[in-house]
């Protein structure tokens, strides 16, 4: 089945430093790329939509100068969350899917805390 | 935009029991309706899905059921084992991987010995 890599796992930075996370496809072209910001004990909240080759498309509230996203492949999406601080320690989880389909696929997940 | 509701927020089951988890939807045009398991630190894994010209679907102990009259869904989980223990993620969607999933609020199941 599909499959969607993400790296790292886990993230400890310091406050006001810039930290990238990364999204692979590895067996399906991703037409289409969601992050997700996860609280501890809530949902998945959507953060942006990025469609290949295109800008990002952020949801309401959500600041798309500190939430750089990059979607300059088929499959390969990265999140860079620039000037870090406390507040955006969370669970940050992308997902992949091509517009020919009707299924997600998920990544594992990054911890990030900024300390 | 649409608007996912799910219920119970929590479910304690014992092993073997039934769990049923229900869901409602606001916009009619959401035709696809996926399912996700989150364990502690993980992403959410799909364990079934539903389109909306499906009333039922089944996959040995898993089932869902549809309904779009009145916008509602539900997964059925039986004989439940300890190892179905994690939060459970009902969402919907319009046609295609390019729109964008709306999410519940999640049900935490713990099934006890």
């Known amino acids: 089945g599909a499959v969607v890599s993400q790296h790292p796992s886990w993230v400890i930075c310091k406050s006001g430093t810039s930290v990238k996370i990364e999204c692979r496809s590895l067996d399906f072209q991703a037409t289409t790329m969601f992050w997700y910001r996860q609280f501890p004990k809530q949902s998945l909240m959507l953060m942006a939509t990025s469609n290949e080759g295109s800008k990002a498309t952020y949801e309401q509230g959500v600041e798309k100068d500190k939430f750089l996203i990059n979607h300059a492949s088929l499959t390969l999406s990265t999140l860079t969350v620039t000037s870090a601080h406390p507040e955006d320690s969370s669970f940050y989880i992308c997902s992949a899917s091509h517009r020919q389909m009707d299924g997600y696929t998920f990544g594992s997940g990054t911890r990030l805390t900024v300390v | 935009g649409e608007n996912v509701e799910q219920h119970p927020s929590t479910l304690s089951v014992q092993e073997g029991d039934s769990a049923v988890i229900k869901c409602t939807y606001s916009?009619?045009?959401?035709?696809?309706f996926p399912w996700y398991k989150q364990e502690l630190g993980k992403g959410p894994q799909l364990i079934i899905d539903i389109r909306s010209n499906v009333g039922e679907k089944k996959d040995q102990r898993i089932a869902v059921t549809l309904n779009k009259t009145a916008k509602h869904f539900s997964l059925h989980i039986t004989e439940t084992q300890p190892e179905d223990s994690a939060v459970y993620f009902c969402a919907a969607s319009t046609k295609g991987g390019g729109n964008k999933l709306t999410f519940g609020t999640g049900t935490q199941l713990k099934v006890e010995l």
């Open positions: 916009d009619s045009a959401s035709n696809y």
